[in-house]
């Protein structure tokens, strides 16, 4: 589930579309309906707001944005990785038992508004 800070200015779902563009390679402008999820809180206690855009990504053409971090921890050196490894499509079930245990209410939310 891509996500990021606001940057001054910006309204929540340009951030959205911008993040999900970063960190996938999909461009969401051009898509359909959207739906607003609303915000949850997480156990770290960032707040996420969230929506559903209609659209079709295809998992194979996932291109991500890399991120730097020391690696091996406490190692001095720095490696870069892909903030996405990998994309899939799931059916309900398995994507609940995919998802984060504090993102599962906004995949919960999603199948009982949109479902």
Request: proline share 7%; hydrophobic share 30%; net charge negative.
């Amino acid at each position: 589930m891509p996500k990021g800070l606001v940057h001054p200015g910006e309204e929540d779902l340009e951030c959205a579309r911008r993040e999900f563009k970063e960190e996938t390679g999909f461009d969401l402008e051009e898509t359909g309906n959207q739906h607003d999820l609303g915000i949850f809180r997480q156990p770290s206690g960032k707040r996420l707001h969230v929506w559903a855009v209609e659209g079709d990504c295809n998992p194979s053409d996932l291109t991500s944005n890399l991120f730097e971090m020391e690696w091996p921890p406490k190692s001095g050196h720095k490696q870069q990785f892909p903030e996405v490894d990998r994309g899939g499509w799931f059916d309900r079930e398995q994507a609940i038992d995919n998802i984060t245990k504090g993102q599962r209410p906004i995949l919960e939310s999603f199948y009982t508004e949109i479902g």
